[in-house]
């Protein structure tokens, strides 16, 4: 994808180009860069990801730690609730109602609120406190004074990067990815996220602006062409973030995923 997005995109068409680079040319990144509706939809994805990825961490984690507590009476009910929403939902249409209601139409509200907490991620936060936090040392903390708040945040929290690691990840892909949301609840174009300029490109083919100035001096051919290397671009574009944090998080995902899911 990567060699597609800056060798030529007749050689890309025509199957030329396997691995390597085939007369390398820039005119898709230089399209992107120019077209503003992109930059804009690339601002307010960022914004979505940061803003929501913070709000799902501190909602599972303030549900996971209460539940992976001996002394939390009542624990078994609210994790059977919890369970409970995962096989039953209201839908689309009650949820669209409830968020118009709520007057969070065509604002950020709409795509960071609904989808503020997710009860799988809670049941994995929840088993790694149980199972790779000792019960004891927490009962240590209570003895020398803390009180629940300051368990999490100097005991539990500093022991638990490995799944923190993993939520964010988590939490992060699944907003950067989502459109259906801003799909539904959003009709400003200034507020699209990135995901919708991209659908718009690679399914339903609107590469008009990003083809104007030129257009009428180049024949249909070359618009194709343009096109294509767009397409390619735009995917690496898209994804390169996701792709420079993951190194940073692999050494925590990896471990946090297994202790998380097995031992549960």
């Known amino acids: 994808m990567l060699s597609a997005s800056v060798s030529d995109p007749k050689a890309v068409i025509e199957g030329r180009m396997w691995l390597l680079p085939i007369h390398p040319t820039s005119v898709g990144y230089e399209k992107i860069l120019h077209n503003r509706e992109v930059l804009i939809g690339y601002r307010n994805t960022i914004l979505y990801t940061v803003i929501g990825t913070a709000i799902n961490l501190a909602m599972t984690v303030f549900a996971a730690f209460p539940l992976s507590r001996r002394d939390f009476a009542g624990r078994g009910v609210m994790t059977a ?9 209201g839908g689309l249409i009650p949820t669209y109602l409830l968020v118009r209601d709520l007057h969070m139409i065509d604002t950020l509200w709409a795509l960071v609120i609904p989808n503020a907490v997710s009860v799988y991620n809670i049941i994995i936060m929840r088993t790694f406190f149980q199972t790779g936090i000792p019960h004891e040392l927490q009962e240590a903390a ?18 638990s990067m490995p799944i923190i690691a993993v939520m964010v990840l988590f939490y992060s892909v699944g907003h950067w990815n989502s459109y259906f949301n801003a799909l539904i609840y959003l009709s400003d174009r200034h507020k699209f996220p990135l995901q919708l300029f991209l659908r718009e ?3 339903k083919g609107e590469m008009d602006e990003m083809l104007q100035g030129g257009a009428a001096m180049i024949g249909q051919d070359q618009q194709i062409l343009d096109a294509e290397a767009i397409k390619y671009a735009i995917v690496i ?11 940073f998080l692999q050494k925590y995902f990896v471990k946090g995923v297994m202790i998380g899911a097995i031992k549960g």
């Open 201 to 203: 490109i690679l399914v």
């Open 237 to 247: 574009v898209a994804n390169l973030p996701i792709l420079l944090l993951y190194p």
């Open 81 to 89: 609730f919890l369970v409970f929403t995962m096989f039953f939902g």
């Open 142 to 159: 209570s003895i020398d004074g803390c009180g629940n708040l300051q368990t999490l945040r100097k005991i539990v929290l500093p022991l």
